[in-house]
C-alpha cells in the first residue's frame, strides 16, 4: 500500500517552484548510535524505530521549519493467556523510546537532485512504558500510561534529499545529539494475576541517530 502510495505521488506533475509555501513529509527507520568510532558495530545490530518528519519552507526564504516524532520498540511483556482468578484475558507491556524534536533546516544546491542540508534541533526524549489489556470473554480493553520520564535534546544534523522525481526523494540523515540525563524502564514483568511491575535505572542517553527513509513534496 505504502509503495502505491508513493508511486502514485511520484506521477502527479508538481508545481513546488511557483508555490508561496512548499512543503515535506517524511517517513524512516531510525537507530540509535552510542559510539560513533564503531558506527559499523551500531549498524550490525540496530535498535530500529520509525521516525515521522515534516519541513515547510516559505518561497524566498532561506529557513525551513518543521517537527520530527520518533517511535522506538525496546521490548514487549505478556501476561499468560488465562489469569488466576479463571479470566481469559491479556496484559501486554511494551517498552519503548520516544521523541519529538522541532527542526530548522538550510538547504544547498536546491537546483540539483541531490540537495545537502543542515538541521538544528531542540526537543525531547523519553521513556515510555504504556500497557494494553484485553479480556476475551467480556470484549474489554483497556491502555494506560504507566510511566514516562522525559530529558532535553539539543543538536544538529547533516542529511541530504536525493530526488528521484519533482515530488519522492530519499531521505538520509545523521543527527548529534546532546541530551540530559535520562532514566530507563528496565526488568519489566507480569504475574499470574495481572499485576505490573518494573524498576527504572540510569540510561546513558545516545549521542546520534542515523535516519534513512522517504519523502514527498506536497
Avoid: C
Avoid at 145 to 169: H, S, V
Wanted: hydrophobic content about 35%; proline content about 4%; cysteine-free.
Amino acid at each position: 500500500m505504502l509503495a502505491i502510495t508513493l508511486a502514485a505521488a511520484a506521477q502527479v506533475p508538481s508545481s513546488n517552484m511557483n508555490k508561496p509555501t512548499t512543503r515535506t513529509v517524511g517517513v524512516a527507520l531510525m537507530t540509535d548510535i552510542h559510539n560513533e568510532q564503531y558506527f559499523e558495530e551500531n549498524m550490525t545490530d540496530p535498535q530500529w524505530g520509525f521516525d515521522f518528519f515534516y519541513n515547510r519552507k516559505k518561497k524566498g526564504k532561506a529557513l525551513e521549519h518543521g517537527f520530527s516524532l520518533g517511535w522506538q520498540p525496546i521490548e514487549t511483556t505478556n501476561s499468560p493467556d488465562t489469569l488466576s482468578n479463571g479470566t481469559t484475558g491479556q496484559l501486554r507491556a511494551t517498552n519503548q523510546m520516544v521523541h519529538s524534536h522541532v527542526t530548522t533546516r538550510v538547504t544547498m544546491l536546491k537546483d540539483k537532485p541531490l540537495k545537502p542540508y543542515i538541521e538544528g534541533i531542540a526537543g525531547f526524549k523519553g521513556a515510555a512504558l504504556t500497557s494494553f489489556f484485553n479480556e476475551v470473554d467480556t470484549d474489554f480493553s483497556e491502555r494506560e500510561l504507566q510511566k514516562l520520564m522525559l530529558t532535553y535534546n539539543i543538536g544538529y544534523a547533516l542529511g541530504f534529499r536525493w530526488k528521484f522525481t519533482d515530488r519522492l526523494a530519499a531521505d538520509i540523515r545523521y543527527a548529534r545529539i546532546t541530551s540530559g540525563d535520562l532514566q530507563r524502564v528496565v526488568d519489566v514483568e507480569i504475574d499470574s494475576e495481572n499485576n505490573l511491575t518494573y524498576s527504572t535505572d540510569a540510561w546513558k542517553v545516545p549521542i546520534g541517530y542515523f535516519r534513512v527513509g522517504v519523502s514527498i513534496g506536497i
